[in-house]
């Protein structure tokens, strides 16, 4: 009888308020993740622009120089860990090659290859 | 006595201190949803305005990339029709022959040279040989709001290097900075 005639308590009070601060929090770090699942695609975007990049360089250059080589940061993209390019000859007229752009993000790290073949031509 | 007062006490509501304590805890709580929540609005417009430009710069990449990449053999070219500056175009014919421009833009700049005189230009795409003159900023709009990919020492968007071009796209809208950069050989060479 003497329960059921009583209000809510300050303690009851302050748990639902620490509750609601609690799914308060919830829905602030969705936004977050909304907002930073925007930014993925903006990198892997600029990165596969820079990987078609370095494979248009190679394409250009003379067959002979056609050769593996990294470069650890690209000037004006500071989001870029690295850009490596990886060179093997298939057989005298021939070379596989692959380049890997690398970046971090929410603390992983977040790759992109394309891969072709060169001919001596 | 005794009794009755434990009766009152057991009936009683909140007092006017718990109330107010309530209260007080509920505003500070609320400031601080309140800011959180006007700091996320900000980065959500801030993530819609890099999408936006994102969207216009992959369309203008994949576009320029497509048509130097077709364009006919020895057709490169930069757009030169009085001589002196021409360091914001790229001439070129498709295979039917016919000869596009691709210019930066901005009304109050008259000359083509790779000087950023304005802040902002906006990329076009002139048939020339249709009559189109980069001058009067004729053709087929492609990219807004381009700022120089280097505010030391300027660069040019569109590039030439011996037989390859350089696209670099850097999109400044509000406060927001978008940049991507490719290279095209064209294929017909």
Known sequence: ?121 | MQARDKTRFTNRGFTLIETIIVLLLLAMLLRVAGFVFVVSLRAWDAGRTRGGIREDASYAMEKAVRDLTEMANGSLAQYDPGGGGIGHTIQFNDLDGNTYVLYLYNPDDSSFDSAYSESVYDLWKANTSGGDDPASGDGVLILRDLVSPDATAPATALTISGSQVTLDFVVQRSDEIVRTRTKVRPRNL
């Not at chain 1, 059921?4 to 302050?14: H, R, V």
């Not at chain 1, 930073?36 to 990198?43: G, P, V």
């Not at chain 1, 005298?92 to 790759?111: F, P």
């Open chain 1, 1 to 121: 009888m003497r329960n059921m005639k009583q209000g809510f308590t300050l303690i009851e009070l302050l748990i639902a308020i620490v509750l609601a601060a609690g799914g308060l929090m919830v829905l602030i770090q969705l936004m977050g993740v909304a907002i930073f699942a925007d930014s993925d695609l903006e990198y892997s975007l600029t990165a596969l622009n820079l990987a078609n990049e370095k494979l248009e360089e190679l394409k250009d250059s003379d067959y002979s120089s056609v050769a593996s080589a990294t470069e650890n940061s690209i000037p004006g993209f500071s989001f870029v860990d690295d850009r490596i390019a990886t060179v093997s000859e298939v057989n005298t007229d021939l070379k596989d090659v692959q380049v890997e752009v690398r970046w971090t993000q929410k603390g992983g790290q977040q790759s992109i290859q394309l891969r072709t073949y060169i001919a001596n031509y």
